[in-house]
């Protein structure tokens, strides 16, 4: 399992494995790896897919989340940017973000 580094004072609250879902020629693409959620920051870590799917915010970077269809969580930046995630795991993965501080939207 891809592992990241944790900086300074930074705890680790949550790790499972999940899918960022991006439009690939208007179609969307799973692309599985490892979502870690820390007391700092929301890292994804492709496992095999692109890895254009990856990134890394600080949560003062991220605006909510919100959870739609099939369970799918949508997290949504300040900068308005989005990312939808899915997996075998999302109420842990919810439960984390909630500890995290990460505003939740109910639609």
């Not at 915010?57 to 269809?69: A, Q, R, T, W």
Request: charged share 30%.
């Amino acid at each position: 399992m891809v592992k990241i580094e944790l900086k300074n004072n930074e705890k680790l609250l949550g790790e499972e494995l999940a899918s960022n879902i991006k439009k690939f020629i208007f179609l969307p693409q799973a692309n599985p790896g490892n979502l870690y959620i820390t007391d700092q920051r929301i890292i994804f870590k492709s496992t095999q897919g692109r890895l254009s799917s990856e990134f890394e915010h600080n949560l003062d970077e991220i605006d909510s989340f919100s959870v739609g269809m099939a369970s799918a969580i949508n997290l949504l930046l300040k900068d308005g940017k989005a990312y939808k995630l899915t997996g075998m795991f999302n109420k842990k993965l919810i439960s984390y973000m909630e500890e995290a501080g990460i505003k939740r939207n109910e639609k």
